[in-house]
């Protein structure tokens, strides 16, 4: 099916339609974000989690600037959990929400002690049960740390292109993480944030989208971009 009787379709356009133009979508992503990963530095599991959880409201970039400190201040799961408090919010200040942020690490590292033997459990059950850990932090961990892929990782870049595309309708995480699920191929769950995230920062962005040099035009529908923003 051509990708003018998908656009055509609209909101009604089938799931299976939906499908075949996310097939395209997904071959161009590779095409032009071949290098796109993980924008978190880490070195192992815990890193990883961690980092995560720093992550929310908050840039990489700042996120990757605090945890060098914060490593080489508390190196392992252990140093953490039993890390002063008021030294760990000192140390996260820069990433906002602190003092959440470290008594969710704390107690985080705490129970990968007291029940997970020191180690980040590879299992999506086990990772929500953690302190400040959701399913998205959950599928971060498991799909970059350990190349498990259990569900596509939805942030406000998934969020935003995977409304603008037509892939999804709403703001609800859980719900879009559901239907993306159901479209994306379980092989490409860890990469289409990574691509999608890419994309968003250099092209498709939240205010100002440029949409004339935009390699997805053909097949966006561009739901809720005005015309003034492209």
Not at 18 to 25: A, F, H, M, S
Not at 33 to 57: D, G, K, M, R, W
Not at 88 to 99: K, Q, S
Not at 140 to 162: E, K, M, Y
Request: net charge positive.
């Amino acid at each position: 099916m051509s990708v003018k009787a998908v656009k055509k379709k609209g909101p009604r356009e089938s799931q299976s339609n939906r499908k075949l133009r996310l097939v395209e979508i997904i071959a161009l992503l590779q095409r032009y974000y071949p290098e796109a990963h993980c924008a978190l530095n880490f070195s192992n599991p815990h890193e990883l989690l961690v980092a995560t959880i720093l992550s929310a409201q908050c840039t990489d970039e700042r996120v990757n600037q605090v945890t060098p400190t914060l490593f080489q201040r508390f190196p392992g799961v252990r140093a953490l959990a039993e890390a002063p408090l008021e030294e760990l919010e000192e140390i996260v200040r820069p990433t906002g929400f602190f003092r959440n942020k470290a008594k969710n690490i704390k107690a985080c590292a705490m129970a990968l002690v007291e029940s997970h033997g020191s180690e980040v459990p590879p299992i999506l059950e086990d990772l929500v049960g953690l302190a400040g850990v959701g399913r998205k932090t959950a599928h971060v961990v498991l799909g970059n740390a350990f190349g498990i892929a259990s569900g596509v990782v939805v942030d406000t870049h998934v969020t935003r292109l995977a409304n603008r595309l037509g892939l999804v309708r709403g703001d609800n995480a859980v719900q879009i993480e559901r239907e993306l699920n159901q479209l994306v191929d379980p092989e490409h769950w860890v990469m289409f944030s990574h691509w999608l995230i890419e994309h968003g920062r250099k092209v498709c962005k939240a205010r100002s989208p440029q949409c004339h040099q935009c390699f997805l035009e053909g097949l966006c529908p561009k739901k809720g971009v005005g015309k003034k923003s492209c």
